[in-house]
């Protein structure tokens, strides 16, 4: 048993360093080699453009929204703002209040409704394009705020030379509530060093992605790639996608800002891990054939691959913690050696954030804990996007600390995947005994590190379930 247990942890972390030093990698190189263009200007004569706000039932950030927007610096006779509203509550009524002083000062702006929330989402923005005039289709989420010159910096990308068959301006997203939280802080590291990579990314040409909002899209592109697609839950990942196997480009310019929330309680943080999980893996089966007959180099391909898949980091660090804690059971003659590998691969996460400490920026890197610690969750993600049907309906948004509703949509599989994590921090835990008594001391390192991940994880799950339903059970006695 110890020996194919060995072999089987020698794959495992083979695949893992993969996935997890190809984006240590992009993140270091971009740290160490800081690239300083300028940045581009507009100039000449400035396209027409069309801003659309999807929202639904956000009725405590449309003011703030639509307010951001409509200041954006912009030739009023060159932009259309579209607020795409699916609510169902008081919101409609607050966004025709919010948008009625910008048209008297003369701004375009719709408030746009359709008959059913069919697509969600995707059918909202699919909605919305035939009834836009702009040659390009700048995106925000509710939660968004974005500074008053981005749509002019945004704009200049398309203006340069050779700048034809670009088709995404992907810019960067900031945090109004980055330090709320020891949850917000690690998230915001995370987004952090993805965008960093992001940067190297498209500086050597590899393929990349739309995030779902502060894009400037041409609108020919979304046209030419078929438009958005409600098959999946990240309708943002298949436009993206689509649009290159169509011969578009992506661009990404990190210089840009545009603030937004993040999920400020773990709750939420996990669901939309989960549909974030599942709509990757999703979109992996329904262009996988195409991705793979694509005429492209075959580094090109495998990174596509790569980042499409990435889901597949946490099921493999799940399956790493699983067979370390099997071969404490029936240990091999080489495990010392397959610890060594295992420790190398898990501390180069460690090194961007090294590299952050000595450029003077001191961020904990509590985002690795989230990382194991969010495993379970991203997991079963995963296995219902490879294995669960294509096209449902979907209902669940992530609730953000400004938004209005912050209830989840809770359910069986949720509070299973809780039990899971609690389950597996008392496993580790019990696996570090264990391991002490055997003199495993770069297991012991290994493990502590993931006990803190999964009971952080777990635990704040479990204490803010319980909040919520005694929260609920209070409001019904009132």
Same mark, same amino acid.
């Given at each position: 048993?110890?020996?194919?247990? /060995?072999?089987?942890?020698?794959?495992?972390?083979?695949?893992?360093?993969?996935?997890?030093?190809?984006?240590?990698?992009?993140?270091?190189?971009?740290?160490?080699?800081?690239?300083?263009? =300028?940045?581009?200007?507009?100039?000449?004569?400035?396209?027409?453009?069309?801003?659309?706000?999807?929202?639904?039932?956000?009725?405590?950030?449309?003011?703030?929204?639509? *307010?951001?927007?409509?200041?954006?610096?912009?030739?009023?006779?060159?932009?259309? $703002?579209?607020?795409?509203?699916?609510?169902?509550?008081?919101?409609?009524?607050?966004?025709?209040? !919010?948008?009625?002083?910008?048209?008297?000062?003369?701004?375009?702006?719709?408030?746009?409704?359709?008959?059913?929330?069919?697509?969600?989402?995707?059918?909202?923005?699919?909605?919305?394009?035939?009834? !836009?005039?702009?040659?390009?289709?700048?995106?925000?989420?509710?939660?968004?705020?974005?500074?008053?010159?981005?749509?002019?910096?945004?704009?200049?990308?398309?203006?340069?030379?050779?700048?034809?068959?670009?088709?995404?301006?992907?810019?960067?997203?900031?945090?109004? *509530?980055?330090?709320?939280?020891?949850?917000?802080?690690?998230?915001?590291? /995370?987004?952090?060093?993805?965008?960093?990579?992001?940067?190297?990314?498209?500086?050597?040409?590899?393929?990349?992605?739309?995030?779902?909002?502060?894009?400037?899209?041409?609108?020919?592109? $979304?046209?030419?790639?078929?438009?958005?697609?409600?098959?999946?839950?990240?309708? &943002?990942? *298949?436009?993206?996608?689509?649009?290159?196997?169509?011969?578009?480009?992506?661009?990404?310019?990190?210089?840009?800002?545009?603030?937004?929330?993040?999920?400020?309680?773990?709750?939420?943080?996990?669901?939309?891990?989960?549909?974030?999980?599942?709509?990757?893996?999703?979109?992996?089966?329904?262009?996988?054939?195409?991705?793979?007959?694509?005429?492209?180099?075959?580094?090109?391909?495998?990174?596509?691959?790569?980042?499409?898949?990435?889901?597949?980091?946490?099921?493999?660090?799940?399956?790493?913690?699983?067979?370390?804690?099997?071969?404490?059971?029936?240990?091999? =003659?080489?495990?010392?050696?397959?610890?060594?590998?295992?420790?190398?691969?898990?501390? @180069?996460?460690? +090194? =961007?954030?090294?590299?952050d400490w000595l450029r003077g920026r001191k961020n904990l890197p509590m985002?690795?804990?989230?990382? +194991?610690? +969010?495993?379970?969750? *991203?997991?079963?993600?995963?296995?219902?996007?490879?294995?669960?049907?294509?096209?449902?309906?979907?209902? /669940?948004?992530?609730?953000?600390?400004?938004?209005?509703?912050?209830?989840?949509?809770?359910?069986?599989? /949720?509070?299973?995947?809780?039990?899971?994590?609690?389950?597996? !921090?008392?496993?580790?835990?019990?696996?570090?005994?264990?391991?002490?008594?055997?003199?495993?001391?770069?297991?012991?390192?290994?493990?502590?590190? &993931?006990?803190?991940?999964? @009971?952080?994880?777990?635990?704040?799950?479990?204490?803010?379930?319980?909040?919520?339903?005694?929260?609920?059970?209070?409001?019904?006695?009132?």
């Amino acid at each position: 048993m110890a020996t194919p247990l /060995a072999i089987l942890y020698g794959l495992i972390l083979g695949l893992l360093g993969v996935y997890l030093h190809r984006v240590i990698a992009l993140s270091i190189h971009a740290r160490l080699w800081r690239w300083h263009d =300028p940045l581009p200007t507009a100039s000449g004569d400035l396209p027409t453009v069309t801003v659309q706000l999807p929202i639904y039932n956000e009725k405590a950030l449309v003011y703030r929204l639509i *307010n951001a927007v409509c200041a954006l610096d912009y030739p009023q006779d060159m932009l259309e $703002i579209q607020v795409l509203d699916d609510s169902t509550d008081e919101t409609t009524t607050l966004i025709a209040q !919010a948008i009625q002083p910008w048209r008297q000062r003369g701004l375009m702006i719709n408030h746009v409704r359709r008959p059913d929330r069919r697509g969600h989402k995707a059918g909202n923005l699919a909605h919305g394009l035939p009834l !836009a005039m702009g040659e390009f289709i700048a995106i925000f989420d509710a939660d968004f705020v974005p500074e008053p010159d981005w749509l002019h910096s945004a704009v200049a990308h398309f203006q340069q030379p050779g700048s034809e068959r670009l088709g995404l301006v992907q810019t960067q997203w900031s945090h109004l *509530n980055a330090d709320q939280s020891p949850l917000t802080a690690a998230q915001n590291v /995370a987004v952090d060093q993805f965008a960093m990579a992001q940067t190297t990314r498209i500086r050597l040409g590899l393929w990349s992605s739309f995030y779902g909002s502060a894009g400037l899209w041409r609108r020919s592109c $979304i046209e030419d790639s078929g438009g958005w697609s409600s098959d999946t839950f990240s309708e &943002d990942l *298949n436009m993206a996608y689509s649009a290159q196997l169509h011969g578009w480009s992506l661009g990404y310019d990190g210089r840009l800002l545009a603030s937004a929330e993040l999920p400020a309680t773990m709750l939420a943080y996990k669901q939309q891990q989960f549909f974030w999980s599942k709509g990757n893996m999703q979109v992996v089966r329904l262009l996988w054939h195409r991705l793979l007959s694509s005429a492209i180099s075959p580094l090109k391909r495998i990174d596509a691959v790569l980042f499409a898949t990435w889901p597949m980091t946490h099921l493999l660090l799940l399956l790493r913690v699983m067979i370390q804690l099997l071969l404490l059971i029936w240990p091999s =003659p080489s495990i010392m050696y397959l610890d060594l590998v295992a420790l190398v691969i898990l501390s @180069g996460c460690f +090194i =961007p954030t090294i590299i952050d400490w000595l450029r003077g920026r001191k961020n904990l890197p509590m985002h690795l804990n989230l990382g +194991i610690g +969010i495993s379970v969750n *991203n997991t079963v993600g995963l296995l219902v996007g490879l294995f669960g049907p294509i096209g449902e309906d979907f209902r /669940a948004t992530t609730p953000k600390s400004g938004g209005s509703d912050q209830r989840l949509s809770r359910n069986g599989l /949720a509070d299973l995947i809780i039990l899971g994590e609690l389950v597996f !921090a008392a496993l580790v835990l019990t696996g570090s005994v264990i391991a002490f008594h055997q003199g495993r001391w770069l297991l012991i390192l290994m493990l502590l590190h &993931d006990v803190i991940g999964f @009971g952080w994880v777990g635990g704040q799950s479990l204490w803010e379930v319980l909040r919520s339903n005694a929260s609920q059970r209070a409001e019904m006695t009132q």
